[in-house]
């Protein structure tokens, strides 16, 4: 049996230090008689890059539902190891595999390498992370791919010799209405061709089948400023079909499923949309800062009843961070905690004051230290600190990381780089910004690298120019 290459994918997802998962779409064929449909199954085996032989091959399902894709799940690996894997799909139901005595001929199927995490608490890490991946989508068909030499140049790090522990894309990876009104997806087989499109782009291909990739949504996953203008007919509508093809493509290898019998159970809906996972000194909490959110009627930012969050991933972020790890605390979030626009922002965290007030008083009172927050959506990259007046021992970083690439010129947005930060009644205390900037609004990536002392905050420019380096001590 033919291992044929996979459509889509392979993108290797979440990277434990003794599990892996890979994505992989196949292709269904409709019989001779095109009356009916052969379906695919896919195939992965792998093997420690010091052994000469490979495992024996799993067989997953690769479902019509979730666009004829699946994840496999290899488990019993070692922490901090190389590994090579192959991967493919061919015609045949699962079920009746005879998986035993089948012979497969590997050829074509794609053969990659990555490492497994650490589990060590004071390894040092380095991830690459950003956002919006604009992706035009013309006259029906044709995609912009210029957004690809991103990808490209961190590839080229990578194959220079850079560790690269993970990549970190933190929301708006498709723009599903790029054109607003004119031409946004609206069906699933629109928003399945959006996220094909998007990630089988050659480096960025390349990126995600060897380096550890996680995700988050932001409004361009559904559409501009998801909720603010959503009718109730796109809540029935257009948000389970753009969620649908979110799960698919960015949820299905993550960490929020549970793996369950050698698989990754991504059947039924889940009922969250964010997660956490851990590498070396690093703890991550990756939100979902749009699906949650509650307007509240209300356009006064300090208005207690505005959630950007649910109370019950509030309360999960809250446990999280005081759960005594002693790791860094990195906390994705798909729009920035700070700094705020110096116009009203009600889309950020800015909008949302209360329950901002309210993390910050636990962060703060708690003594939860290297804390770290990581967004991207406003087109310029930076970091910046809060202080307290009153409480020497409190400080939060903010590193921001946007835009992978926007077609247009870039605005010089006005951002608050000192002074005291916006918070309600909740406190009464006073958080200030410090050592905020500089803002780059090229194209571009940013590279973390972090320890228990301190992190090193770089951005390069869309083709590999090293734009600025800061370094923030915990």
Same mark, same amino acid.
């Given at each position: 049996?033919?291992? @044929?290459?996979?459509?889509?994918?392979?993108?290797?997802?979440?990277?434990?230090?003794?599990?892996?998962?890979?994505?992989?779409?196949?292709?269904?064929?409709?019989?001779?008689?095109?009356?009916?449909?052969?379906?695919?199954?896919?195939?992965?085996?792998?093997?420690?890059?010091?052994?000469?032989?490979?495992?024996?091959?799993?067989?997953? !399902? +690769?479902?019509?539902?979730?666009?004829?894709?699946?994840?496999?799940?290899?488990?019993?690996?070692?922490?901090?190891? %190389?590994?090579?894997?192959?991967?493919?799909?061919?015609?045949? @139901?699962?079920?009746?595999?005879?998986?035993?005595?089948?012979?497969?001929?590997?050829?074509?199927?794609?053969?990659?390498?990555?490492?497994?995490?650490?589990?060590?608490? !004071?390894?040092?890490?380095?991830?690459?992370?950003?956002?919006?991946?604009?992706?035009?989508?013309?006259?029906? *068909?044709?995609?912009?791919?210029?957004?690809?030499?991103?990808?490209?140049?961190?590839? !080229?790090?990578?194959?220079?010799?850079?560790?690269?522990?993970?990549?970190? +894309?933190?929301?708006?990876?498709?723009?599903?209405?790029?054109?607003?009104?004119?031409?946004?997806?609206?069906?699933?087989?629109?928003?399945?061709?959006?996220?094909?499109?998007?990630?089988?782009?050659?480096?960025?291909?390349?990126?995600?089948?060897?380096?550890?990739?996680?995700?988050? &949504?932001?409004?361009?996953?559904?559409?501009?400023?998801?909720?603010?203008?959503?009718? *109730?007919?796109?809540?029935?509508? &257009?948000?389970?079909?753009?969620?649908?093809?979110?799960?698919?493509?960015? +949820?299905?290898?993550?960490?929020?499923?549970?793996?369950?019998? #050698?698989?990754?159970?991504?059947?039924?809906?889940?009922?969250?949309?964010?997660?956490?996972?851990?590498?070396?000194?690093?703890?991550?909490?990756?939100?979902?800062?749009?699906?949650?959110?509650?307007?509240?009627?209300?356009?006064?930012?300090?208005? %207690?009843?505005?959630?950007?969050?649910?109370?019950?991933?509030?309360?999960?972020?809250?446990?999280?961070?005081?759960?005594?790890? %002693?790791?860094?605390?990195?906390?994705?979030?798909?729009?920035?905690?700070?700094?705020?626009?110096?116009?009203?922002?009600?889309?950020?965290?800015?909008?949302?004051?209360?329950?901002?007030?309210?993390?910050?008083?636990?962060?703060?009172?708690?003594?939860?230290?290297?804390?770290?927050?990581?967004?991207?959506?406003?087109?310029?990259?930076?970091?910046?600190?809060?202080?307290?007046?009153?409480?020497?021992?409190?400080?939060?970083?903010? $590193?921001?990381? *946007?835009?992978?690439?926007?077609?247009?010129?870039?605005?010089?947005?006005?951002?608050?780089?000192?002074?005291? $930060? !916006?918070?309600?009644?909740?406190?009464?205390?006073?958080?200030? $910004?410090?050592?905020?900037?500089?803002?780059?609004?090229? #194209?571009?990536?940013?590279?973390?690298?972090?320890? &228990?002392?301190?992190?090193?905050?770089?951005?390069?420019?869309?083709?590999?120019?090293?734009?600025?380096?800061?370094?923030?001590?915990?």
């Amino acid at each position: 049996m033919k291992v @044929k290459p996979l459509t889509t994918g392979p993108i290797l997802g979440a990277v434990t230090g003794d599990t892996a998962r890979i994505f992989g779409r196949g292709e269904y064929k409709l019989s001779r008689n095109k009356k009916s449909v052969l379906p695919c199954v896919g195939v992965a085996r792998i093997r420690a890059l010091d052994s000469s032989d490979y495992d024996p091959p799993i067989f997953f !399902k +690769m479902s019509p539902a979730f666009d004829t894709s699946g994840v496999a799940v290899f488990e019993e690996l070692s922490s901090e190891t %190389e590994y090579e894997y192959q991967i493919g799909y061919f015609l045949q @139901k699962k079920e009746e595999v005879d998986q035993a005595n089948i012979k497969l001929d590997w050829s074509k199927a794609h053969t990659k390498q990555f490492q497994t995490a650490s589990t060590d608490p !004071k390894k040092s890490r380095s991830f690459v992370f950003g956002s919006c991946r604009y992706l035009l989508k013309l006259f029906g *068909s044709w995609f912009d791919d210029r957004g690809d030499k991103t990808f490209e140049s961190i590839l !080229k790090q990578i194959n220079s010799g850079t560790t690269t522990n993970s990549l970190l +894309m933190v929301g708006d990876q498709i723009y599903a209405d790029d054109l607003n009104a004119i031409g946004a997806d609206r069906t699933i087989e629109e928003f399945f061709s959006r996220y094909q499109e998007t990630f089988t782009q050659p480096h960025i291909r390349e990126l995600m089948a060897q380096v550890p990739t996680y995700m988050t &949504l932001d409004d361009h996953e559904i559409e501009d400023n998801w909720p603010s203008k959503a009718s *109730s007919k796109d809540w029935v509508t &257009l948000f389970p079909v753009a969620i649908h093809a979110y799960i698919t493509y960015q +949820m299905s290898h993550s960490p929020l499923f549970e793996i369950v019998d #050698d698989k990754a159970d991504v059947i039924g809906s889940p009922s969250k949309l964010w997660y956490k996972f851990t590498d070396g000194c690093c703890d991550f909490f990756v939100t979902d800062t749009r699906t949650e959110r509650d307007e509240a009627e209300s356009s006064d930012p300090a208005f %207690e009843e505005r959630e950007i969050i649910n109370e019950d991933q509030f309360e999960a972020l809250k446990k999280w961070l005081a759960d005594g790890s %002693e790791r860094v605390k990195f906390v994705a979030s798909a729009v920035p905690f700070f700094p705020d626009f110096k116009k009203t922002g009600l889309d950020k965290w800015s909008g949302y004051l209360h329950q901002r007030t309210e993390l910050l008083e636990f962060i703060r009172t708690n003594k939860i230290k290297r804390v770290v927050f990581l967004s991207g959506d406003v087109h310029c990259s930076m970091s910046a600190e809060l202080l307290c007046e009153e409480d020497p021992d409190f400080k939060i970083i903010s $590193l921001i990381s *946007s835009a992978f690439f926007w077609p247009y010129p870039h605005k010089s947005g006005s951002f608050q780089l000192s002074g005291k $930060l !916006k918070t309600t009644s909740l406190t009464s205390h006073s958080y200030t $910004l410090t050592n905020a900037g500089p803002a780059h609004f090229d #194209d571009n990536f940013s590279r973390v690298t972090c320890d &228990l002392n301190s992190l090193k905050f770089q951005v390069f420019q869309r083709l590999g120019k090293l734009l600025g380096e800061k370094e923030h001590s915990f």
